[in-house]
Structures are given as structure tokens and as C-alpha cells.
């Protein structure tokens, strides 16, 4: 925390700025996503998708928008009016908040403008793009995660109906179960970094290795590390769980539950379930980006510390992180869900032990030097 | 800045506090000691303790409120409004928890408020794990044996294989549910 850093005027407009751009790109995150999903089903289930609102359907999504908003909100009579109404925005919450802890940029220095006959950046400010930069950033993020898991659970109880409450249960059960996975397989990340800050896990990954005999030069993200594959592997499949998607939507299993946690839900507060499910799949695949894929980190490339230098890391974030998010559709449309028994088998008698095998691993090749 | 932070959450945390005792619905309870410990968490980042606020959310309100609150909607608790059918003892109860809320309001005012050093003190990780691993690794092995003990007690208890006695039996959750 800043506590004794002097905190003036500028540092408020920036903090203002940056998370009106993060809040921003995470809302519109939304809207993409659905066309990306619609139209990438279609594409891999061989028919045309949505294509009648605008240019290859882009406009659906909005179209969609605005009849969420003329939908009549129906209250069951049996909810509890104000847990059913306060859930959607338990479910938005965390995965609008945890974003606030990843680096998207690179730092660069603002340098002393002169505007309307004031000094603007006094000697020259640097910029970091990071909305908070505490020191116990990943913590956070796994705090925030674990709250995710109150949307579903609330949605599912408060609704008065069976098949909400079951989509609820299996909820909390699944998320429970994988964010201790989750949790172990990052923190060999945090082994490797030294440190809990995200701002240094992206900066030890900005680093290069020299294999095969020092000729070959890759760079050391953590995905590239044969250390790091298991635990890698390990918190991409446990971060389909968390986020509750397929092969993992139990919460809301369309053939079995109808839609699961909710069913019950209507107009916009289903539509901020909806916003939730895609902003916690950018936001997870923004952590994975952070932890394993080097976060904004150009390979084989010194990004300057200037605005260039900025703007062309946060499009290698953006980038990686469209990426992720597309493999997130693709496997929705290539995988079956999977059952029960078989989701928790993994979760405890596969990946946790693993994960705890994999802590022992990476610090084995600490220890050694390989590292 | 920091102290209409602080009087904020202090109020949020004692007022979710309340309704954790007062409220008859135990899902609203459960989830008003969430908000409670949320509010807590806050002081810790106001005390710059950011890792202990993480902690406190990670495992309080993220892990075992989870547990609680899927215990409650799985059994399915509902309230059972009790006519209040002992007076003395009621009358009992409520003078002796008042008592005690009052020795403690008067002895945390005396003595813990006037004896805390001002200054700066560490609470990140680092040093937290180094104390753990060294200074306090006797108690920290010990809860984790406890840990473990309680673990291993849990599974005999729902894993043992015994006959059931009779179909008529009840199960143990039905008893809590009625």
C-alpha cells in the first residue's frame, strides 16, 4: 500500500483513468465475447451462426442488449426478494474487482507537458498500468475468486426452486474443490518469482534462458519452463472450473437443470449473470496470461519505456488474453460435459495431489539451479 | 481519510455482526458474517497488513462461510419460532451476556487501546513465513496435527461401515432440519 507515498491530484486522475479504461474494455468484454461464442459455434458445428443484425451479426450482441433491457424482471413469489435481487451483483463483483491486480502494460514515463499554461507531469511521472499494485497481488486474486462463488449459491437459493438449489450446491461444491488446485498449481509461479506482487511475476518472465548449449535464446515465461508444464496445465483446467464452463458448467447444465442456478432469473439480472460468466473468463484468462504466459512481455523485443513501449505490450496483453479466451470457446464447443463423480475425482484424488507433487518439482529445480 | 474508512467498516462490521445474532433466517446470517469478515479484512488493509487481509478474506469469508452456507441450504434450516418457555433462564442468559459485554468493552478500553505502540511493523508475507517457519514452528505443527486429528475424526465418522439398525432410523440430518 502507498501509506508514505505522497498521493496528489495527478496520481487521483490517473488512478481515474486507468480504471475507467479497464472498466471500459472489461464491459465490453461482453458483447465481443457472445459473437466470438455464437459465431465460433457456428463455425465449428458447420452452419452460419447469427448473421441478419449487421455485418456478420456484430450488432447481435447489441441487439440482444436491448432486449434484456424491455424483458419483464419477474420476482417469483417464493424468493426472498432481496438476496434474489442482490445476487446478480455478488456474481458481477469479483469478476469486475479482480482485474484491478493485473500489470496490462508496460511502465513508461510520462513526460513534463505544458497545457493551457500549466506544467502537466511535473519532472516527468511514471505511468504504471496497474489499478493497484499491492504487494500481496495474487492473494487478492484468489481472495476474489473465492467470493465468486456467493453469485452462484445465493442466485440458487434464493430462487425457491429445485433445480436453481441444485445448480447452486454443485456450485459451491465444484468451486471449492478446484480453487484449492488453483491455488497450489500458481504457487510454484510464486516459487519461481519470489515474490506475491504481479507486477514482479510479469518482470522475472521478461527474462531470457539459453538452452542447448547457449545457442538457443527463448524467453522465460513460465509455459516455456518444463517445470512449469504440469502446474500450467493444472490451474487451465482447474480455471474452466472456477469459471464454470465447459466441460465444468454444472451449475447451470442445461440438459439436466433447466439453466441451473438461473433458471429463476429474467431481463437484466440474468443479463448480469451473463456479464459475469464472460468478465471472469477475461479476467481468469488475464491471470493466466500474468502467471504463465509472460503477461505483456514482447519476446525476442525491449519494449521502450515510452508510450509506444506501453501501447505495444498492452496489444501483446490484449493479444495473449484473446487468445485464451477464444480456447475457452473452443473447448466449450469441442468438449462434452463431464459427470459429477467424475469432476470431483479429478479435482481431489488428480489434480490436488499433483499440484502439491508439482510444489515439490519446481522447488527441486530451484534448489538445483535449473531455474 | 483513513478514519472515515475505518468508522465506515467498524460500523459495517458490527451492524452485519447484529444481524448474524438477531436475524431469524440462517442464510442471511451466514451471509452477514461474510460481509462482517469483509469489513474486517479492511482494517487489516487500513493497518497496512495487506497480506492478512487477503488471508482473512481467502479463508474466512471465501473458504469455511462456503462450508457453512452450503451446510444451511443443504439441510435446509429453517427457523423454528420457540415461544419463550423459561423465563429465569432467559433472564439468566441475557444478564450474564451482558455482563460480560461489558467487563470486555471496559477492559479492552483500559488496556489494549492504551498499550499498542504506534510505529511501523511488518506484515507481509516474507516475514510472516519466516516467523512461522521459525520463532512459532512448535504451535504451527501442532495446529496442523490438530488439523489433522479433526480430519481423520470427521472421515471415521462418516466413513465408518456400520449396520444401520432399522429403516425406521432417522438420519442425523433430519432431527437438525425439523
Do not use: C
Request: net charge neutral; charged share 10%.
Amino acid at each position: 500500500m502507498s501509506g508514505n507515498v505522497a498521493f496528489d491530484a495527478t496520481d487521483i486522475v490517473l488512478s481515474i483513468v486507468k480504471i475507467a479504461v479497464i472498466l471500459l474494455l472489461w464491459l465490453n468484454v461482453t458483447p465481443i465475447m457472445v459473437w466470438v461464442e455464437r459465431r465460433g459455434s457456428a463455425l465449428i458445428q458447420d452452419r452460419p451462426g447469427p448473421n441478419r443484425v449487421g455485418p456478420l451479426g456484430l450488432l447481435q450482441s447489441f441487439a440482444d442488449a436491448l432486449k434484456f433491457i424491455l424483458k419483464e424482471d419477474i420476482i417469483p413469489a417464493q424468493a426472498h426478494k432481496w438476496l434474489y435481487t442482490l445476487a446478480p451483483a455478488f456474481g458481477l463483483l469479483p469478476a469486475l474487482t479482480t482485474i484491478a491486480v493485473v500489470p496490462w502494460g508496460r511502465a513508461f514515463v510520462i513526460p513534463e507537458m505544458h497545457l493551457f499554461g500549466r506544467t502537466l507531469f511535473e519532472g516527468g511521472r511514471i505511468f504504471n498500468p496497474i489499478i493497484a499494485d499491492v504487494s500481496a497481488g495474487i492473494l487478492v486474486i484468489f481472495a476474489l475468486a473465492s467470493l465468486g462463488v456467493y453469485g452462484i449459491t445465493i442466485a440458487g437459493w434464493s430462487s425457491a426452486n429445485k433445480y436453481s438449489m441444485f445448480g447452486a450446491i454443485r456450485a459451491s461444491a465444484q468451486m471449492i474443490s478446484y480453487e484449492l488446485s488453483l491455488t497450489l498449481a500458481a504457487v510454484s509461479v510464486l516459487l519461481v518469482a519470489g515474490s506475491l506482487r504481479l507486477t514482479e511475476v510479469v518482470a522475472q518472465q521478461t527474462n531470457y534462458y539459453y538452452v542447448l548449449f547457449d545457442i538457443v535464446k527463448i524467453p522465460a515465461w513460465n509455459v516455456l519452463s518444463p517445470a512449469m508444464w504440469l502446474s500450467f496445465i493444472i490451474f487451465f483446467v482447474s480455471a474452466f472450473a472456477e469459471t464454470n464452463r465447459l466441460p465444468f458448467d454444472f451449475a447451470e447444465a442445461e440438459a439436466e437443470l433447466v439453466a441451473g442456478y438461473h433458471t429463476e432469473y429474467s431481463s437484466m439480472k440474468f443479463a448480469l449473470f451473463f456479464m459475469a460468466e464472460y468478465m471472469a473468463m477475461a479476467t481468469m484468462s488475464a491471470v493466466i496470461t500474468t502467471l504463465y504466459l509472460g503477461g505483456w512481455d514482447i519476446p525476442y523485443y525491449n519494449e521502450p519505456a515510452t508510450f509506444l513501449g506501453f501501447l505495444l505490450s498492452f496489444l501483446a496483453f490484449m493479444a495473449k488474453v484473446g487468445f485464451l479466451m477464444f480456447i475457452f470457446v473452443w473447448v466449450r464447443w469441442t468438449i462434452p460435459r463431464l459427470k459429477y463423480d467424475i469432476l470431483m475425482r479429478i479435482g481431489w484424488k488428480f489434480f490436488l495431489p499433483l499440484a502439491i507433487l508439482n510444489i515439490v518439482i519446481v522447488a527441486a529445480f530451484i534448489a538445483g539451479g535449473w531455474i | 481519510m483513513e478514519f472515515a474508512i475505518f468508522f465506515l467498516f467498524a460500523a459495517i462490521a458490527v451492524i452485519f455482526a447484529l444481524v448474524v445474532v438477531l436475524h431469524r433466517n440462517p442464510v442471511v446470517g451466514a451471509l452477514s458474517l461474510v460481509a462482517s469478515f469483509f469489513a474486517l479484512a479492511v482494517m487489516y488493509v487500513l493497518l497496512e497488513a495487506p497480506f492478512l487481509a487477503a488471508l482473512q478474506v481467502i479463508v474466512y469469508a471465501g473458504a469455511i462461510m462456503v462450508l457453512f452456507l452450503f451446510v444451511i441450504m443443504l439441510l435446509n434450516l429453517s427457523h423454528a419460532p420457540e415461544a419463550p418457555t423459561r423465563p429465569v433462564q432467559q433472564f439468566l442468559g441475557y444478564t450474564a451476556s451482558a455482563a460480560f459485554g461489558i467487563g470486555l468493552v471496559y477492559y479492552i478500553a483500559k488496556y489494549a487501546v492504551s498499550t499498542t505502540t504506534e510505529g511501523f511493523f511488518q506484515a507481509d508475507a516474507h516475514t510472516i513465513g519466516v516467523r512461522m517457519f521459525e520463532a512459532y514452528v512448535f504451535p504451527f505443527e501442532m495446529v496442523s496435527i490438530l488439523l489433522l486429528a479433526a480430519i481423520v475424526g470427521a472421515l471415521y465418522l462418516s466413513g465408518r461401515a456400520l449396520p444401520r439398525p432399522a429403516a425406521t432410523a432417522s438420519q442425523p440430518g433430519d432431527e437438525v432440519s425439523k
